[in-house]
Nanobody
């Protein structure tokens, strides 16, 4: 399995931007589709965005479409989540994840990072 480490979370005012990064270990990063999920206390983990192995296809949950952009750099074993026009309801712990089978919300993602906190103040 691939090892994942997220970074880039923090506190930002509503309307601001943050860029999350996820660094993956191993030499087979391009064999994994990647995704971002988020979770708030008391709620289930929610799919945010996914990207295919080569980065040519993406999928977003409706609430972030037009505001968030997922991208990847297979040469650097990294995946990013650019978050613009942030809202207080985007506040959550954001997790990076990987799968060999897909990048949509129903994908069985098997590898997870430790998470990074994003807090959006109103």
């Amino acid at each position: 399995q691939v090892q994942l480490v997220e970074s880039g979370g923090g506190l930002v005012q509503a309307g601001g931007s943050l860029r999350l990064s996820c660094a993956a270990s191993g030499r087979t990063f391009s064999a994994y589709a990647m995704g971002w999920f988020r979770q708030v206390p008391g709620k289930e983990r929610e799919f945010v965005a996914g990207i295919s192995w080569a980065g040519t296809s993406t999928h977003y949950t409706d609430s972030v479409k037009g505001r968030f952009t997922i991208s990847r750099d297979n040469a650097r074993n990294t995946v990013h989540l650019q978050m613009n026009s942030l809202k207080p309801e985007d506040t959550a712990v954001y997790y990076c994840t990987a799968s060999k089978t897909g990048w949509g919300p129903s994908t069985d993602f098997g590898s997870w990072g430790q998470g990074t906190q994003v807090t959006v103040s109103s």
